[in-house]
C-alpha cells in the first residue's frame, strides 16, 4: 500500500492586498495574511481599526475595492455561493431569534444550511445537552447562554470556518472561559476559528494573532512570538504601544 | 478526498436544497407571526372592525335630514309637493312657516338642514304654464354632506315635476335626469368597501412586511441570513408568503363583513376578485421590501411605510373624495397610487359585476407595477453595511 502524495495543505483563509475604501476613508488598507487549517486567528485592533470590515469582505458581507482572497479554497469573489455553506458567522449583535424557541432556531438554521432532519434532531439534542439547556424561549436565556448557544448554532452544520465578531463582549469572566474552552473545542475538531476581540487577555489565548491600527496590520504572530519580539510582557502593552504611537 | 465528500454532502439536489432552504425560512416566519398573538388578533380583527366603522360612521349618503318647508299659501300643489318630501325616509320636516326669515333661526340653531321655498303663486303657476319657482337653502358647513342633500332635495322636485309631466297637461320642460346608476339607492357602504379592502391589504402587505424585514436588520439577524446560504430572493419570497395569506384571510373577512352586515353586493366574479386583491397585495409586499430595504430602523420603516401608501391609499385613490373633483395635478398623482387602480377593480367587480373584458387596463398597471417594485426591491436589497 502506497500512501498517497501528502498534498501541501491550503491555508483555510489566504488573503492578498485586501483594501476597502468607503468614500475618502480607507477602512482596510492593503492587509496580507494566511490562516492555517484549524488554527484559533486572534484578530485584535481598537475600535474602528478596521477589524469588523476586514470579516465582513472575508464572509462576502462587503466586496473589497480590491486585493483578493482565498476562503476555505475557494475564491471570495467567484465562488462566494460555496464559500457561505462552509463558513459560520457568528456577530457582535447577539442575532438568534428571541421570539423563537432553542430548537426552533436550530431547525432554521439547520433547514437553512440543508440538513436532513434525523441530523438536525441529533445535533440539536448534543447541543442541548453539553450546554446543559432545557428548550425554551431564547428570550428567556441569560446573556451568557445566549452567546454559547448562538456559537454553537454557528458551528452547527459544521462549518469550515467560524467567523467570531467579539464574541464576548458583554459576558462575565466564567462564561468568557467556558466560551474559550468552546472555541478549542471547535479548533480540535479541525475547524478553522477567526476570532476579532479587543480583550486583550482573550489574544493570548490565541494560536496566532493580528493587531490592525488604521486599517493597516501592524503586527502578526504567535503571543509569544511577539512579546518576545517587541520585549514586553503581555499583549495587552504591545497592543497600547501600537495603537498609540509615541 | 475528506474535502470531495464534504462538498457532495453539503450539496443535495439543488431543487430540494432550494426548498427546504426556503421552507425553513418561511416556518420561522409562520411561527413569528403566531407567536405574537397581540399583533395577530389585531391584525385579523382589522377588516371586520374597519368594515363596520366605515359602513356605519363615514357614509356619505344622508338620512334624516331635518326639513324646513316655507310655504306662504299652502295650495293642493304644494301639498302635494310637501307630501313627496315626507313618503321617503330620508326627510323629516321638522317646521312648515310663512316666510324664510321665520326659518333663519332654526339654521343658526342647528334645527334644520334643509328649507324649501315655495312661489307664493305655486299651483297658479303651474296651472298656467308658467315656471313655478322653489327655493331650495341647504346648510353647506359641511360641504360635501350639503351637495347631497341638495342633490336629494332636486331628486324629489324633478319626480313630481316629472310626474306632472307625465299626466300631460304640462308643456315639456328640460328635466335634468340624475340617474343614480349602480348603487341607486346611494347607498356609500358599497363605494367604501372595495376601498377598506384596499387599505386592509396596504396594511398588512406593505406595513407589516416593512416592520418584520426591518426588524431583522435593526437585530442584526439580517446579517446572519446573508452570511447563509439563503438567497436574497427566497429572504424576500420567504418574508412575504406568510403574510399574503393573512392578507388574502382580511380579504375574505373584509367581504364576508361587507355582504353579511350591510348587504353589499357582489355581482362580479369571487375569483376575479380575489385573485385581483392577491395581485394588489402583491404591489403592497413589494413596497413593503422596498422601503424596509431602504431604511435602517423598524421606527423609520414605519413610518415611511405609513406615509407612503397609507396616505395616498386613503386620500388619492378615490376612496372617500372622488377622484374628478381635485386638481388636475393631484389627478394626475393618483395614477401612481396603486389603490386607485386596485379600487377600480374591485369597484367594477363587485358593483357593476364586470369582468377582465373591462378591467385588463387596470390589472395591467398593477402588473407593470409589481414587476417594477419588485426588480427595485431584490436590487436594493443588497447588503448594506453601515
Redesign the interface.
Known sequence: MTAPAPKPVEPAIVARDLTRRFGSFTAVDNISFDVGQGEVFGFLGANGAGKTTAM?ML????APTSGEARVA?LDLKTET??I????G?M???????E??TVL?NI????????LSKETITERSSRMLEVLGLEDDLVARLPLGWKQKLAFSVALL?EPAIVFLDEPTGGVDPITRRQFWEMIYAAALRGTTVFVTTHYMDEAEYCDRISIMVDGKIAAMGTPLELKQKWNVPTIDELFVRLARPA | MERADNRRALRPTRETGMISTLGAFMTKEIRHILRDRQTLVVLLMMPLVQVVLFGYALRSDVRDVRLAIVDPSPDYATLALRDRFTAGRRFKIVAIEPSMERVEPLFRRGAADLAVELDPDFAPHLESGEPAKVLVVVDASDPNTGATMQAYARAVIDLYEADLEANGKQPVRIIPAVRMRFNPTLESVNLFVPGLIALVLTLVSALMTAISLSREKERGTLEILLVSPLRPWQIIVGKVLPYLGLAFANVLTALLAASLIFHVPLRGSVTLLLAESILYSMVSLAIGVLVASLTDSQRVAMLVALLATMLPSTLLSGMIFPLASMPKLLQVLSNIVPAKWFIVIARGIMLKGVGLEHLWLETLVLFGMLLLLMTLAVRSFKPRVA
Open positions: 465582513k464572509i462576502g458581507l462587503l479554497g455561493e460555496e457561505r455553506k462552509r463558513i458567522y456577530s457582535q449583535r447577539f442575532s438568534l431569534y421570539d423563537l426552533e431547525a432554521l438554521y439547520g433547514g437553512i444550511y440543508q452544520h
